[in-house]
C-alpha cells in the first residue's frame, strides 16, 4: 500500500522527556511537512522539508526539533523546551506536479499527551 | 503575510439538504491556490477540492462545488444533497502559486454536523 505511515497513534510523555513521533511515506514524495493541531485551532506549521538533508522552521518551531536522512522518514522531536506540547501531529507530503495537481497529503496522525 | 478566516465555527445541515461553509482570505498575491479539506472523526485530512485563483471557472467535484470570489477574496464550498458521511471539521487552506517552499496557511475550521 502507497501512503504515509505516522506511529504511534496515541503517545503518552511525562513532562521534561523528549518524544520523537515517527512519520514514514512510500509516496516517492520529496517534500514532507509537520503540522500541530490544536482544539479550536486550523494546522499550524511546525518544520518543513524540500529534500533529504535540509529543512525549515515553519511558524512554530520553537521547542521542536526535526531531521531528514532518508527521502522516505521525516521524524519530529517534541523536546521538554515546548511548553505545551499536548496536541494532534499530522505529517504531510507533497506530490510535485503542474498548478492545483501540486498537492499536500496528509497521514492519519500522533495524539500526544503530556501527564 | 496571509490569513484565511472562516467565520462560522459550527454549521448544520438536515441530510438531503444543500449547505454553504464560508471562507474568506487575505493577500497582496495575484496568482495562488485554494483548498478545502475534511477532517472526519478519524481526524484523517481529506482534500476535498482546489481552485486556482487565476481560472474563472468554478471548480466541482461531485455534489461539492465551490463559490471562488476573487475580487471579495472569499471562497466558499457548497455541498448539495448532504449526506450523514459529510459530517466533519472542514478547514479551508491558502498556498501561493510558486515557490518551492510555498506553504498551506489554514483557517480555524468549521464542524459541519448533518442531522437525519
Known amino acids: 500500500d502507497g501512503g504515509i505511515t505516522q506511529s504511534p497513534k496515541y503517545l503518552f510523555r511525562k513532562e521534561g522527556q523528549n518524544v520523537t513521533l515517527s512519520c514514514e511515506q512510500n509516496?516517492?514524495?520529496?517534500?514532507m511537512y509537520w503540522y500541530r493541531q490544536d482544539p479550536g485551532q486550523g494546522l499550524r506549521l511546525i518544520y518543513y522539508?524540500?529534500?533529504?538533508?535540509?529543512?525549515q522552521k515553519g511558524d512554530i518551531a520553537e521547542g521542536y526539533s526535526v531531521s531528514r536522512e532518508k527521502k522516505e522518514s521525516f521524524p519530529l522531536t517534541v523536546t521538554s523546551a515546548q511548553k505545551n506540547p499536548t496536541a494532534f501531529y499530522l505529517c504531510?507530503?507533497?506530490?510535485?506536479?503542474?498548478?492545483?495537481?501540486?498537492?499536500?497529503?496528509f497521514g492519519p496522525g500522533t495524539r500526544l499527551t503530556v501527564l | 503575510a496571509q490569513t484565511v478566516t472562516q467565520s462560522q465555527p459550527e454549521m448544520s445541515v438536515q441530510e438531503a439538504e444543500t449547505v454553504t461553509l464560508s471562507c474568506t482570505y487575505d493577500t497582496s498575491e495575484s496568482d495562488y491556490y485554494l483548498f478545502w479539506y475534511k477532517q472526519p472523526p478519524s481526524r484523517q485530512m481529506i482534500l476535498v477540492i482546489r481552485q486556482e485563483a487565476y481560472k474563472q471557472q468554478n471548480a466541482t467535484e461531485n455534489r461539492f462545488s465551490v463559490n471562488f470570489q476573487k475580487a471579495a477574496k472569499s471562497f466558499s464550498l457548497k455541498i448539495s444533497d448532504s449526506q450523514l458521511g459529510d459530517a466533519a471539521m472542514y478547514f479551508c487552506a491558502y498556498r501561493t502559486y510558486t515557490g518551492a517552499n510555498s506553504k498551506l496557511t489554514f483557517g480555524k475550521g468549521i464542524t459541519l454536523s448533518v442531522r437525519p
Open positions: 509516496l516517492n514524495h520529496d517534500a
Open positions: 522539508s524540500q529534500i533529504v538533508n535540509d529543512f
Open positions: 504531510a507530503t507533497r506530490r510535485p506536479g503542474q498548478g492545483v495537481e501540486d498537492t499536500q497529503y
